[in-house]
């Protein structure tokens, strides 16, 4: 974590400017003479950049590889995620098609019923119209 977080900083712009006025800082004081530690061509601080190269690479590198190791458990994530919603949504297709297939059973039960209270009811219509034809049209009883 922490060498997460130091790789992150060097590409800061507070770390380039903190890092550029340094620089301007140490060559100025080595060329005006303020100082002597670091004649030019300046070796102490090539030897500072080098020492800061040798550990910077290898930090960045180590937070790429975490990164990367995030990224792949995210995608790992993602896609079982996309699994299990493809598995429900299969499911709610195939209940879906069950509800379909029963409420037609019930449809066709519905009609075939429908058709025999027709029936009935048509037949019940021609018998009381022939008991009605033989109470109407039979004669009364003579006395």
Known sequence: MKAEAFARFFGTP?????????????IALNLAGVTQFDV????LL?????????YAAPLILLAQTRQAARDKAQADADAQ??????????ERQAQAAQTTTQLMALLE???RLTEMTKELTERIETLTSEMH???VRKDPPQA
Request: negative net charge; charged residues 5%; hydrophobic residues 55%.
């Open 14 to 26: 507070t770390f380039l400017g903190a890092q550029t006025l340094i620089v301007v800082v140490w």
């Open 40 to 43: 030019y061509p300046f070796i």
């Open 46 to 54: 090539n030897l500072a950049f080098s020492l800061q190269a040798a």
């Open 81 to 90: 995620h996309r699994e299990a919603l493809a598995v429900a949504n299969s």
């Open 109 to 111: 039960q519905n009609t």
């Open 133 to 135: 034809e033989h109470f």
